[in-house]
C-alpha cells in the first residue's frame, strides 16, 4: 500500500499570511494527488487534483505543486474561511486510495 | 446536479452489524464507482473500500477485509456499505463519495454517524 506522510499535522498563521501543506508518497504516484478541505462537520471539498490542477470554483490563492513523491499545497494569502484541516489523497494506485494524516490550520 | 443521500445516524452494540445507504442521482448511477470513506470522531479521513456500479467489483481497504461488504441495488441508484462485529473504534461519520471525472472525490453524501456502545 502506499503511505501518504503529511506535515505539519498543525500550523497556526495569521490572515494574509502565506502557508505550505507538505505531502511525501511512499513511492512515486506521478502527479496522481488531490488536495481536500475540510471544516468541522461538514464532508470534505476538494480543492485540487493531478496535483496541481484548481478545482472549479476554488479560489486562484490556493495551488499545488510537487512530482514524484513529493508535493505541496500552498495558500498564497490566508482568509478567515481558510482556517479548516486538509488533507491529501493519492489515488495512483486506483481503486485503492490513501489520505495523509491531515493538516490542522488554525488562527494565530 | 449530482446528489448522494445517505441514510440515518444508528446506534449498535459491539459485535452487531450496519447497513449505511447512499442514494444516487443526477447522473448514470452505473458508469461510475462510490467509495466509502469514514473519520473517527477527532481523527483523519480513512478510505474503506469501493464499489464499481456497473459490475459490482469491489476493492476494500485491507484492515476492513473479511468485516465489510459494498454493494449497489441499480434499480434505486442506491450503494450500501455494511459492517460487522462492529468494535467501539468503528465509531465514526461515514461517508460516500464520487466523481464523475476522476479518482477523487467532487461529490459526497452528508455523512452518517454510527455509535457503536454498549
Known amino acids: 500500500d502506499i503511505q501518504m506522510t503529511q506535515s505539519p499535522s498543525s500550523l497556526s498563521a495569521s490572515v494574509g499570511d502565506r502557508v505550505t501543506i507538505t505531502c511525501r508518497a511512499s513511492q512515486g504516484i506521478s502527479n496522481s494527488l488531490a488536495w481536500y478541505q475540510q471544516k468541522p462537520g461538514k464532508a470534505p471539498k476538494l480543492l485540487l487534483y493531478a496535483a496541481s490542477r484548481l478545482e472549479s470554483g476554488v479560489p486562484s490563492r490556493f495551488s499545488g505543486s510537487g512530482s514524484g513523491t513529493d508535493y505541496t499545497l500552498t495558500i498564497s494569502s490566508l482568509q478567515p474561511e481558510d482556517f479548516a484541516t486538509y488533507y491529501c489523497q493519492q489515488y495512483y494506485s486506483t481503486p485503492m486510495y490513501t489520505f495523509g494524516q491531515g493538516t490542522k490550520l488554525e488562527i494565530k | 446536479q449530482v446528489q448522494l443521500v445517505q441514510s440515518g445516524a444508528e446506534v449498535k452494540k459491539p459485535g452487531a452489524s450496519v447497513k449505511v445507504s447512499c442514494k444516487a442521482s443526477?447522473?448514470?448511477?452505473?458508469?461510475?464507482?462510490i467509495s466509502w470513506v469514514r473519520q473517527a470522531p477527532g481523527q483523519g479521513l480513512e478510505w474503506m473500500g469501493w464499489i464499481s456500479a456497473y459490475n459490482g467489483n469491489t476493492n476494500y481497504a485491507q484492515k476492513l477485509q473479511g468485516r465489510v461488504t459494498m454493494t449497489t441495488d441499480t434499480s434505486t441508484s442506491t450503494a450500501y456499505m455494511e459492517l460487522r462485529s462492529l468494535r467501539s473504534d468503528d465509531t465514526a461519520v461515514y461517508y460516500c463519495?464520487?466523481?464523475?471525472?476522476?479518482?477523487?472525490?467532487?461529490?459526497w453524501g452528508q455523512g452518517t454517524l454510527v455509535t457503536v456502545s454498549s
Open positions: 443526477g447522473y448514470t448511477f452505473t458508469s461510475y464507482g
Open positions: 463519495a464520487m466523481n464523475l471525472f476522476g479518482d477523487y472525490w467532487t461529490h
